[in-house]
């Protein structure tokens, strides 16, 4: 009987993330200070960041950059994650393709989130923070940074979509388990917050929300720093093990991705699974294509423009050269959370406008029978933002048998389980989810008065 | 670095269940046909259960059952499953003991339950079944069985207690997302339901009614079985592959346990992961201690009569010698709806009464503190029931420490996380959990009439 799960043993857990900033033909233009327009230096991050995730954001130079042991032995908790060949998958399309997929739903909260929120706060810890602020909207980044907060001993404050922490309450309850607070935002607690509530009573909150009292309560609190879940290039750094592991499964496997996929919501994950492989297309050795799988309702990648814009409603980031919808863009009530983003990361937005990798944006409905079919035959219930990418892996199978290409191979990442999201299934089911395709006009007005890169 | 984490290759995998029964010093006494008085054969269980299950539950004499290729195949999804060793856990208790937990919360559906579920699908469907029926109260087997039967083509209607239905939508979507048929019980879908319904309009249902349901409707359907997910010889059976990695494992953590540790319901998860260490002590090669962690609330172990009982609340099954608390027995409304269960079978049964393996009752709220200590040192949150397991090896702990015991060796199965199970925790922060203790007046008359073993 031939493998179905490639496993790796706790040896084989990178040493090293791979930094693709030292190996992109083309630079991204740098992040702007918004109070000088000069290029953000690491002095300008370091009163929010933790010192090094700040030198990492910055690092176009260092290919490899060690991991520490005290993360990469935290990693081993439930890392090296599987890779499987889909083959329960495969065999309900009636595919010729192979398609295998990295398991990283697997991890004690259920999703990825954990490989960078472990490094966030093990820097932290190095450099004597005592505290630490992030926001949340679905809750996975919350819930991840909850956990590595504790183990590390650091107080953490979540403040978590006001709309979700009602209609979540179990991600709000497993970061509470491991001792974070989570204050629903926008709170009375932040000046930013107050003023959001006494302008709008009934703000049901946003990301930008989140984030602007995030990033008051860490600037104006000592020993206290920020923590981002995605979006950064610290950020896309610490989930390359997952490429990483994935890179030596596929050779145990005795296959090479034709086409590697990811869901796409500030680019965490997507990053994660390609960027290692991207390595191999920057040499010339492979050809390999790349897939970001994002929202139709939320559509950066495939429609947004190339802007500098800020990460947060707010306009309290540095400006970033992105890919963006607009920084007010108010994305349709998707399910897949994860996904309402309005802007890509400087790499991703870079690499994309380059040909260097392709994105495709796929409507909900599509999402959820991708997924329904992905549980039924391979028994795991994804996330709906998982669920983007097993959409564009079964459009890619069906290519590969119009284009009578049998044996193509096809990897994505599995990015989390969707057991804590079971509420959107019953939505799905019950019909009570429609698609929806954001007009142009809405996307040229609200990116109108941003600078060109 | 020491290894935390034990990890077996899909090759390891058991291939033959190891069936306690062929070992046992003393054999249980039979279980009855309750219309005849005479000993159950296996040609009265075939018109409820599979052959092969029904065959396997009376087996006395072979003590290697060995796993169908199918079902050792759809192991392989999640199987082998850790073992971890619990640094985090033994530091923040400041223990010299060693501390180990078999981590079977990593399957697609979050508990070992998959185990049987897969087995007694794959028989079902190798005998030409095209419907199966069966209860559940929390969800958890009902989650297994779903997935399980949707893999081998076959058609499940799972009877849901009505209160965890409407408690518990996130199990209910999980069944559905999967393809069963989810009917909250009692019903109008059978005459049982129909009466209970009628008899008393606002029945929230029991483990009991849905049993009563879930019997009638395979009964009177052509080409549909029963399945149980608990109590049974069979199901024990198919989850000693949890004990029997565990031991390879526990070699290449170059010790060998001193103490093994379940939860206790009905039995399967306990039964899985003593049984092959406990035939280490049948051949007097080994005395290791065997616990199970059963609720306070629902003492039948610690408190139970050993009577004849039926299994269901409505006395549809047959007379089980078993350890009873009577089966009109209505537990306290505690949050491990897995283990709201009043009898234990029968070989676990005659196991106690013979003094070969031990238990321990536990209350509530000390269950809650052992799985916020354990979520909080280690990553996992555990489910409600496994937390009695982590309670029990947390007091194991303390105990070896007092006795000047460094390096004794425990072990626990971490039979499911708690992820879907939020609402508990949020109960227990909230300080609306309480403990209960049953008074022994209730036990008299609940077992009163019942005949002895």
Redo the contacts between chains.
């Keep these: 009987?031939e493998?179905?799960?490639f496993?790796l043993?706790?040896a084989d857990i990178p040493t090293a993330w791979y930094n693709v900033q030292a190996d992109m033909p083309s630079a991204p233009a740098p992040m702007l200070n918004p109070a000088t327009g000069a290029p953000m230096t690491a002095d300008d991050l370091y009163p929010l960041f933790a010192r090094e995730c700040a030198r990492q954001e910055l690092n176009t130079t260092d290919r490899w950059i060690t991991i520490p042991?005290p993360v990469r032995?935290?990693y081993?908790?439930w890392r090296p994650t599987p890779l499987?060949r889909a083959r329960?998958l495969e065999k309900a399309l009636g595919t010729g393709a192979h398609i295998y997929f990295k398991n990283e739903s697997?991890s004690?909260?259920?999703s990825h989130k954990l490989n960078s929120a472990i490094a966030q706060a093990y820097y932290a810890k190095e450099e004597g923070v005592t505290n630490l602020t992030t926001e949340t909207g679905a809750g996975q980044w919350g819930a991840a940074l909850s956990?590595a907060a504790?183990?590390f001993g650091i107080d953490l404050a979540v403040y978590m979509v006001k709309v979700s922490y009602h209609q979540k309450?179990?991600r709000r309850?497993?970061m509470?388990?491991?001792?974070a607070e989570v204050i629903a935002s926008p709170s009375m607690s932040t000046r930013a917050g107050r003023k959001i509530i006494t302008d709008t009573p009934n703000h049901q909150g946003s990301l930008g929300t989140a984030i602007s009292e995030a990033v008051e309560l860490a600037m104006s609190t000592p020993g206290c720093k920020y923590a981002l879940g995605s979006v950064l290039n610290h950020v896309s750094l610490h989930q390359t093990v997952i490429g990483l592991e994935a890179e030596r499964q596929m050779e145990m496997a005795g296959e090479y991705p034709d086409v590697v996929i990811g869901c796409f919501g500030g680019g965490s994950n997507f990053s994660g699974i390609a960027f290692p492989f991207l390595r191999h297309n920057f040499s010339g050795e492979r050809s390999t294509r790349f897939i970001a799988a994002e929202p139709e309702s939320c559509p950066k990648l495939t429609r947004g423009k190339m802007r500098y814009d800020y990460g947060d409603e707010a306009g309290y980031t540095p400006l970033i050269p992105m890919l963006t919808l607009g920084h007010a863009f108010a994305p349709a009530n998707i399910h897949a959370g994860g996904l309402r983003y309005h802007g890509a990361g400087a790499v991703v937005s870079k690499l994309k406008a380059d040909g260097l990798i392709d994105a495709v944006d796929i409507a909900q409905l599509e999402t959820f029978e991708a997924a329904?079919l992905f549980?039924?035959s391979?028994?795991?219930?994804p996330a709906p933002e998982s669920s983007h990418a097993i959409a564009a892996a079964i459009r890619e199978a069906r290519r590969a048998d119009a284009e009578g290409a049998a044996g193509r191979v096809i990897l994505f990442n599995l990015s989390g389980?969707g057991?804590?999201d079971?509420?959107s299934?019953?939505r799905y089911?019950a019909g009570d989810l429609a698609d929806y395709t954001v007009p142009d006009s809405q996307i040229d007005a609200e990116t109108a008065g941003l600078r060109e890169v």
């Design positions: 009987m493998s179905k799960k496993l043993t706790e042991e032995d935290m081993r908790i499987v329960g697997v004690p909260v259920g956990m504790r183990h309450p179990y309850s497993i509470q388990t491991y001792g329904t549980a039924r391979e028994g795991i219930i389980h057991l804590i079971m509420a299934y019953d089911y």
